[in-house]
């Protein structure tokens, strides 16, 4: 019986792996944006699910904001999930954590503010449907100046190379 189910989920496993491979090059493997509202500039926006069908995941993208003015992102939401926030992951000690970061998240003028793996992201919990690769899903971002801004984030493989430092790779940033 052991030996029977040990050997179940080894095809199983196998079978997922070979799906993800088809599917990788089915599926929109890149980023998305820029979306502009006034003078807000969101891009190269992407979300990654977590392992193990959780019902949890994460969306990271650039904002920058052209204004003379300072703005506020007043407030995160996707109609996908039951709850939408900010996080930033930090490693102390050696053990990686994260923690909510307070209602608006200062957005300088003339700056962006990067939200990539292992920094702030949005975290998307108690998500209606399991995200599947090549999907997207709705985001809503409200700032204080510019106002609200809808737009739709591709799913992309989990083990996708951050494809926001892949990008930078090509622009000015080394
Ligand atoms: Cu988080």
């Given at each position: 019986?052991q030996y029977?189910?040990?050997h179940?989920v080894g095809l199983a496993?196998?079978?997922?792996a070979?799906?993800g491979t088809?599917?990788?090059y089915?599926?929109q493997?890149?980023?998305?944006g820029p979306?502009?509202?006034g003078?807000i500039t969101?891009?190269q926006?992407w979300?990654?699910?977590?392992?193990?069908?959780?019902?949890?995941?994460?969306?990271y993208?650039?904002?920058?904001n052209t204004?003379?003015?300072?703005?506020l992102?007043?407030a995160?939401?996707s109609s996908?999930?039951q709850?939408t926030?900010?996080?930033e992951?930090?490693?102390?000690?050696g053990?990686?954590?994260?923690?909510?970061?307070p209602v608006?998240?200062?957005?300088?003028s003339h700056g962006e503010?990067?939200?990539q793996?292992g920094?702030?992201?949005?975290?998307?919990?108690?998500?209606?449907?399991?995200l599947i690769?090549g999907?997207t899903i709705?985001?809503?971002?409200?700032?204080?100046?510019?106002g609200?801004l809808?737009f739709?984030?591709?799913i992309l493989?989990?083990?996708?190379?951050?494809?926001?430092v892949?990008?930078?790779?090509?622009?000015t940033?080394?």
């Amino acid at each position: 019986m052991q030996y029977k189910r040990a050997h179940f989920v080894g095809l199983a496993a196998l079978m997922v792996a070979t799906i993800g491979t088809v599917t990788c090059y089915a599926a929109q493997t890149t980023t998305s944006g820029p979306w502009k509202l006034g003078n807000i500039t969101v891009e190269q926006a992407w979300g990654r699910v977590t392992p193990g069908g959780s019902r949890t995941g994460a969306i990271y993208l650039i904002i920058h904001n052209t204004s003379p003015n300072d703005d506020l992102l007043l407030a995160v939401d996707s109609s996908a999930a039951q709850t939408t926030a900010v996080h930033e992951s930090r490693i102390v000690d050696g053990v990686a954590s994260m923690e909510a970061l307070p209602v608006g998240i200062p957005m300088p003028s003339h700056g962006e503010v990067v939200m990539q793996p292992g920094g702030i992201h949005i975290m998307l919990t108690g998500l209606s449907k399991a995200l599947i690769v090549g999907s997207t899903i709705p985001v809503k971002l409200v700032f204080q100046e510019a106002g609200s801004l809808d737009f739709e984030v591709p799913i992309l493989p989990l083990g996708t190379a951050d494809p926001t430092v892949t990008h930078a790779g090509h622009g000015t940033n080394p």
